[in-house]
Each structure stands twice: as structure tokens, then as C-alpha cells.
């Protein structure tokens, strides 16, 4: 048996061997080109459904709307200002009903009051009387006021005086609020 | 022994006719490559940007969208009777009228008589005394009554306008003085940045203002209640 009978020539198969390399080839290049065309329709539709165009252009109309509402809004803001400090005020106002009823509840009888300031901090007082027993009553009470811890922090007495002509005795006292 | 090849025009002629499509489909995969790494990897790392953009500016629309909602579900005349009583309560400039109005309601409700007030205007050297941090009017007034008397007094001008506070009270000679300081504040700066969301009157805002038109609200004089007008010149109002 003779090796070199062949039914084809050399060059039919060397055609055979490149045309199987080519065939993968084209099919390769067809592929390349479709993933191409395919990835670059993909994104054009995706960067148009991301694309804030059509976003801003609600915003800018809502923008317009907006602004067609601005006095609302300035009435709003002073409100709103308004609101915020109010009950700061209204809640750290003194009650000077408390304090007032207090110490006038502790002047016992025999004893007038000549002057008394209430402030937010201070109490300034004085009396007089012709009893020195009525005064130093008073003064126990105020004492007592400010050891337990009731309108008045401290007492201070200012003078204590003694009116000889009157015959009575005249008292300053102070003391800071609580 | 090495062989030389050389390389020249008809070489080059021969391979290319040779393998002209080979050629063709091979530089078009590199094309196709190229593309990809040059032009399609750079818009896919864009897509991160725009979709990032995209949602700020939904959320953005979404802000705008509901202050639009809040603006336009408002009620101009409860707007409006809002902005009167806080802007009573807490005016934005010295309401002489207001405080003097106050006053004398305040002694009607009370039973008292008053004698001599004083109004305090301009800087005060003398601050001896804690207030709330906003600019006031002092104002020291004479009741003709008793402690009692004059309590009733204060408790009273604490429910009328403008907002007030009692810094003293003291006897002297046969009257009580009261030294009052009636508070107001200038208008805040307004910007509008519809961006940013638009507070509603709070819960507790219209809780305020419910208990504040309870007060002597009612007490103020007419030039004061009637219909905001955006030609008035005598307006306390500036909207």
C-alpha cells in the first residue's frame, strides 16, 4: 500500500486547515460586533433612564410653584420664630403671687409693714412695730423660711432701729429669692 | 548555518493577499477591543455617577414636592390670625399702644386704679435684673392698691399682649410700683432655600397659640384686629 495516494492535493489541504481557523475567526469577529452594538444600545438606554433632565425639569416647576407661594412662607418662618421663644418667656416670668402671700403671711399682728420690694432675686423689707418681741417673731419666721428652703434663700438684717420718740422699733431685712 | 529572510514590499503583499481575511476578522476584534476598554468601560463607570446624581436630585424633588404640598394646604386666613396673635404677643418693634392698651385692661380686669407710669426707652445702663435675652420697654408704673390688689393686677397684664414680665414690685409712700418690661423682637431674616424642607406650626406650636388666643387677646384695640390690608401704611405688619 502506497502512503503518498491521496485523494486530495496539498494545497486542498492546507485550504481545509485555514478555512476551519478562519470560520472561528469570522464567528469571533460577528460576536465582537454584535456584543458591541448590543452593550452600547444597552447604555445609551440606561444613561437616558438615569438622566436627571427630566428630574430637573419637575424641579424647575415645582421651583415656579414655589415661588408663587413665598408670602405663605415668610408668615410661616415668623410664626415659627415666634413660637420658638414664647414659652421661654412665659415660663421663666416670676410669680411674685407666691412669694408676696408668703412673707405677708409671716408678718404676725403688731407688726407694719413700711416698705417691701420683690424682685426676681431679692426681697427687700421693712417693718415696724412697737413690740420688739413682734419683730424678733418676724425674724425667727423669715429664718425659718430660709433654712427650709421656702421663697428665700438667706435673711440679712440691713439696721434695726430704735425709734425713741415713736416708741416703737423699725427693722430692714433682705434676702435673696430662691 | 543561519539563513537570512528579508522582508520587503512583496513579502508583505504576498502574506496579505494570503491572509487577507484573517487579517480583516483579527483587526476587527482588536477594534471591537478597543472600543470596549476605551469607550464602553468608561460610560459604565459614568452610570454609577449619574444614577448617584439621579437619586439626589429625586430626593430633592421629593422635598420640593411636599413643601409645595404644605404651602398649598394652608389656609390664608388662619395664616394670617396665627401671624397677628404671635406678632402681638411677641411684637416686632415697641408697641406703645399695645403695652398701653394692656395696661389699662389689665387694671380694669383687676379692679385697680393706676396713677404715674414712666416709660424707660433706649439703652438701660442699669441691667440688675435677669431677662429672657430679648430686647424690651421697661416701663414703671404706680397701682392704688394692696399687695393683693397689685398681684391681681400682674396676673392679669401675664394674659394680655405684648408678653410682659414683672421685674419688681415695691411700696412706696401709699402706691405699689411696678416695674414691667414688655418684650418684643425684629423680624428674623428670611431666605427662602425651597430646598430645604418648610416647617408646619408644630403640635405644640398650635397648642401655644390656642392657649394665647384664650388671653386678652380680645382686649386690643381695632387698629390692631382688623383685616391685614397690603396698602395700610399704619400696618404693624409687613406681609
Known sequence: MKNEINLLSPAQIDRAKTSGALRILRIAAICCLFALLAISVILFFLSRALSPVAIKEKENDALY???????????????????KDLPNIIQ??????????????????????????????????????????????LMNSLIDMAKNKKIIKNVTIDSLAVDVKGNGYS???????L | MNEKTNIDINTIKIIYTRYKQQILFIITILVCLLLFLVVIIPRILELSTLSKNAKNEADKLIILKNNLDLLSGMDDSTLDSQLKLVSSALPMDKDFEGILNAVSQAAINSGVSLSDYEFQVGDLSETSFKTSGFPYLSMSLSVKSTYQGTVKFVNELYRSFPISEVVSISQESNAVVVKILFYY????????????????VSPKGIELINKLSLWNYSALPNSLTSPISSSASTSTFPF
Open chain 1, 92 to 137: 421663666s416670668r416670676s410669680n411674685f403671687d407666691v412669694s408676696i402671700n408668703a412673707i405677708l403671711q409671716k408678718i404676725p399682728e403688731g407688726v407694719s409693714v413700711n416698705s417691701m420690694t420683690i424682685g426676681k432675686d431679692k426681697i427687700e423689707l421693712t417693718v415696724s412695730s412697737s413690740s420688739l418681741l413682734s419683730i424678733n417673731n
Open chain 1, 65 to 83: 410653584s414655589l415661588s408663587l407661594l413665598h408670602k405663605r412662607e415668610a408668615k410661616l418662618v415668623v410664626i415659627n420664630d415666634r413660637i
Open chain 1, 171 to 177: 427693722l430692714s431685712i433682705k434676702g435673696d429669692t
Open chain 2, 185 to 200: 423682637k425684629p423680624l428674623p431674616q428670611i431666605r427662602f432655600n425651597d430646598s430645604e424642607p418648610i416647617q408646619a
